[in-house]
């Protein structure tokens, strides 16, 4: 099983909301990533999480909070975003034997 | 200067031609390389990696230049289906697991 999964798919949500995306995979991978696109961009790193933690920060604003409850699970935890903020969030896990990332469908975000 | 650079494109193709990618890296210290492609809204899907010695997957072949610090991408016959952004993506291995992405290159194959 090479599956990543993300969900929400899509999100739409106000500047004063909170909601939370989530990410989960069981290919043993001990490095997580959190990646933000915007349309013709490549992915943007966010944060890495190695064994559960927090390894790289990309001095992401604070309404943008990571966690790792476990070696399966991510997720990122949204709170007053801006309109800016609305992209494609992509989840993604490391085989560390290979150097080999996959990633799951992503979360399309969309902040009114 | 960018650690990895790719050109962006787009690269305009008649169905069936041949294309090259390339891409080059500014860390010599890099491992490993990889070709991830990306379709309109949808995530990066790992296309191959990229040894040593240069390795072919079907119409694909990928090649490492360590000395240039370059690796490229080869695609014959191509098809409409080809028509993507291909990134180049470089991985030093280190503890941080921090991996490298070019902005991408973009393809389009015409009929």
């Known amino acids: 099983d090479t599956e990543v999964t993300q969900t929400p798919k899509h999100l739409v949500m106000g500047m004063t909301n909170k909601k939370s995306l989530k990410c989960e995979q069981h290919m043993g991978h001990r490095a997580m990533y959190w990646y933000k696109q915007k349309a013709k961009k490549p992915p943007e790193l966010m944060f890495v999480y190695s064994y559960e933690k927090l390894s790289i920060n990309e001095s992401v604003p604070s309404r943008f909070s990571p966690e790792c409850p476990n070696s399966s699970l991510l997720n990122l935890h949204l709170h007053a975003l801006q309109p800016e903020d609305s992209a494609l969030y992509l989840c993604?896990?490391?085989?560390?034997?290979?150097?080999?990332?996959?990633f799951g469908p992503g979360t399309r975000l969309t902040v009114t | 200067r960018k650690e990895v650079e790719q050109d962006p494109g787009p690269f305009n193709v008649p169905e069936g031609a041949t294309v090259a990618f390339n891409c080059t890296y500014s860390?010599?210290?890099?491992?490993?390389f990889f070709w991830y492609r990306q379709d309109c809204r949808k995530e990066p899907k790992l296309l191959m990696s990229v040894y040593s010695s240069g390795n072919e997957d079907g119409r694909f072949t990928a090649q490492l230049n360590r000395a240039s610090q370059y690796i490229s991408l080869l695609i014959r016959d191509s098809k409409l289906s080809d028509s993507a952004t291909y990134l180049c993506?470089?991985?030093?291995?280190?503890?941080?697991?921090?991996?490298?992405w070019g902005a991408g290159t973009k393809l389009i194959i015409k009929p």
């Open positions: 993604a896990s490391l085989d560390r034997a290979t150097g080999e990332q996959y």
């Open positions: 993506v470089v991985n030093i291995m280190d503890s941080n697991y921090q991996l490298i």
């Open positions: 860390n010599s210290a890099s491992q490993s």
